[in-house]
Nanobody, 127 residues
């Protein structure tokens, strides 16, 4: 059974940092894209970042570029999202998701195409 479990969320002051983890089980990081998405109350879901296991290509939304870094530890089957210089507008529920890419090297697929999702972890950034 494929499972994705996020952790690392919490309450942090603006300017602070958090590192989210996405631990995967039931599959290996081979020929997949792993994405981080977020949804703030009353807002549409937003793709934050992703990484492709074939090419190691990454993607970042403009809103987080330069502040967030995605990385993978294949030995631990875990994807991380390091979030620095956090802003109140980063407050949201954060989800990781996995998608088989069938040899492709990109990762910024629409969220509707992702097959597996975690339960989410809440991030709150206060002033």
């Amino acid at each position: 059974e494929v499972q994705l479990v996020e952790s690392g969320g919490g309450l942090v002051q603006a300017g602070g940092s958090l590192r989210l983890s996405c631990a995967a089980s039931g599959f290996t990081f081979d020929d997949v894209a792993i994405g981080w998405f977020r949804q703030a109350p009353g807002k549409e879901p937003e793709g934050v970042s992703c990484i492709n296991s074939n090419s190691e290509a990454t993607y970042y939304a403009d809103s987080v570029k330069g502040r967030f870094t995605i990385s993978s530890d294949n030995a631990k089957n875990t994807i991380y999202l390091q979030m620095n210089s956090l802003k109140p507008e980063d407050t949201a529920d954060y989800y990781c998701a996995a998608l088989s890419v069938h040899g492709n090297g990109r990762c910024n697929y629409p969220r509707e195409l992702y097959d597996y999702w975690g339960q989410g972890t809440q991030v709150t950034v206060s002033l």
